[in-house]
């Protein structure tokens, strides 16, 4: 699929540079960005993963993770190959690295995913597996099918994406997790090939200028991004430009790709965690990855009444009123509910 032109931008000696994400790649006849789905093709920048998917499965909207968007209802997930980031200890890393089009062997098309998602009885469709920012154009065409069939979009993504390509990802989507790696930028670059700035940008975006529902996943690794410290920072960067009501996962390490010799994150330290983030003042924090019900589940943040009880991704229990509120002391609670579930 060719690109739009108001993602790239000609320079000079038959160059073009991609404008979706900060990296800006600057690319010659024949190469291919870093996220390798982006490339000049005859003179143009085409998306060669269009229309062609890695798999497609059907998951508890909980395993994106989304805590607070039509809990337990079902997703169609998919995505393609390929990502924009590095990640060193990325725990999806035979598709994000892959550079082989053999592993995309499904044809799937945006109706047909979308008309998918109708049979199945999914009240969304995920971008997921991969980054969809890389493949934005396919996500936003599904998005767009999606919506005509009255079936909503969920973006899993790091968000390294910034100008036009932001505002219209977004607008395409109604509800996003975004995976905030660390609270360093040095992390960023060392361990992923980025920078934390655009990220934190992105959340502000989505936060303040769209409707969008929004959580925050973070893959605590035991040594490099679990001090109480950084944790603090990033709590404290959340209450100022976020806000207290946003669902913040914390989620358990394994060894994998190039951090195999870095042990699998204890559950204690996701605890204390959750605590150091409830006790700053984040309304709900999240544990994941391992099975702990207090973690799992969702509390009244101001009576501390039970809510939503869950077991690993299934929900046990819903105590949620029509309107969303608590059943003892009618406080709402944020996110996109529908009870009937």
């Given at each position: 699929?060719?690109?739009?032109?108001?993602?790239?931008?000609?320079?000079?000696?038959?160059?073009?540079?991609?404008?979706?994400?900060?990296?800006?790649?600057?690319?010659?006849?024949?190469?291919?960005?870093?996220?390798?789905?982006?490339?000049?093709?005859?003179?143009?920048?085409?998306?060669?993963?269009?229309?062609?998917?890695?798999?497609?499965?059907?998951?508890?909207?909980?395993?994106?993770?989304?805590?607070?968007?039509?809990?337990?209802?079902?997703?169609?997930s998919?995505?393609t190959v390929?990502?924009?980031?590095?990640?060193?200890?990325?725990?999806?890393?035979?598709?994000?690295?892959?550079?082989?089009?053999?592993?995309?062997?499904?044809?799937?098309?945006?109706?047909?995913?979308?008309?998918?998602?109708?049979?199945?009885?999914?009240?969304?469709?995920?971008?997921?597996?991969?980054?969809?920012?890389?493949?934005?154009?396919?996500?936003?065409?599904?998005?767009?099918?999606c919506?005509?069939?009255?079936?909503?979009?969920?973006?899993?993504?790091?968000?390294?994406?910034?100008?036009?390509?932001?505002?219209?990802?977004?607008?395409?989507?109604?509800?996003?997790?975004?995976?905030?790696?660390?609270?360093?930028?040095?992390?960023?670059?060392?361990?992923?090939?980025?920078?934390?700035?655009?990220?934190?940008?992105?959340?502000?975006?989505?936060?303040?200028?769209?409707?969008?529902?929004?959580?925050?996943?973070?893959?605590?690794?035991?040594g490099?991004?679990d001090?109480?410290?950084?944790?603090?920072?990033?709590?404290?960067?959340?209450?100022?430009?976020?806000?207290?009501e946003?669902?913040?996962?914390?989620?358990?390490?394994?060894?994998?790709?190039?951090?195999?010799?870095?042990?699998?994150?204890?559950?204690?330290?996701?605890?204390?965690?959750?605590k150091?983030?409830?006790?700053?003042?984040?309304?709900?924090?999240?544990?994941?990855?391992?099975?702990?019900?207090?973690?799992?589940?969702?509390?009244?943040?101001?009576?501390?009444?039970?809510?939503?009880?869950r077991?690993?991704?299934?929900?046990?229990?819903?105590?949620?009123?029509?309107?969303?509120?608590?059943?003892?002391?009618?406080?709402?609670?944020?996110?996109?509910?529908?009870?009937?579930?």
């Amino acid at each position: 699929m060719k690109i739009p032109e108001s993602y790239f931008r000609k320079k000079e000696k038959d160059s073009l540079q991609c404008m979706v994400c900060p990296h800006g790649c600057i690319l010659k006849e024949g190469q291919r960005g870093r996220c390798f789905v982006r490339m000049i093709q005859e003179g143009h920048m085409v998306l060669d993963t269009y229309g062609r998917s890695s798999g497609l499965c059907i998951d508890p909207i909980e395993k994106k993770p989304l805590y607070h968007f039509l809990p337990g209802s079902r997703t169609l997930s998919f995505g393609t190959v390929g990502c924009n980031l590095a990640c060193r200890f990325c725990q999806n890393w035979e598709l994000s690295r892959s550079r082989s089009m053999d592993r995309m062997m499904v044809s799937a098309l945006p109706e047909a995913i979308a008309a998918a998602a109708l049979k199945e009885g999914c009240r969304s469709v995920a971008y997921t597996y991969n980054d969809p920012v890389i493949f934005l154009e396919y996500a936003m065409d599904t998005a767009k099918a999606c919506r005509e069939a009255g079936v909503l979009s969920v973006a899993v993504t790091a968000g390294y994406i910034h100008g036009k390509a932001r505002e219209d990802f977004f607008s395409c989507m109604d509800a996003a997790n975004v995976d905030l790696k660390a609270f360093s930028d040095s992390f960023y670059r060392k361990y992923c090939g980025a920078s934390l700035g655009p990220v934190l940008e992105t959340l502000c975006y989505i936060r303040q200028e769209t409707t969008l529902w929004l959580e925050l996943a973070t893959l605590i690794i035991p040594g490099y991004n679990d001090s109480d410290k950084e944790l603090d920072t990033m709590v404290d960067w959340i209450l100022e430009h976020l806000g207290p009501e946003v669902p913040l996962h914390f989620t358990a390490f394994h060894p994998d790709h190039e951090f195999r010799h870095v042990k699998r994150t204890p559950a204690a330290t996701l605890l204390r965690a959750r605590k150091r983030a409830m006790d700053r003042g984040l309304f709900h924090v999240m544990t994941g990855n391992i099975l702990e019900d207090e973690g799992s589940s969702t509390f009244c943040h101001n009576c501390g009444e039970l809510l939503i009880a869950r077991a690993g991704y299934h929900i046990t229990q819903c105590r949620l009123s029509e309107k969303g509120l608590c059943p003892l002391c009618n406080t709402p609670c944020a996110g996109f509910f529908d009870t009937n579930l």
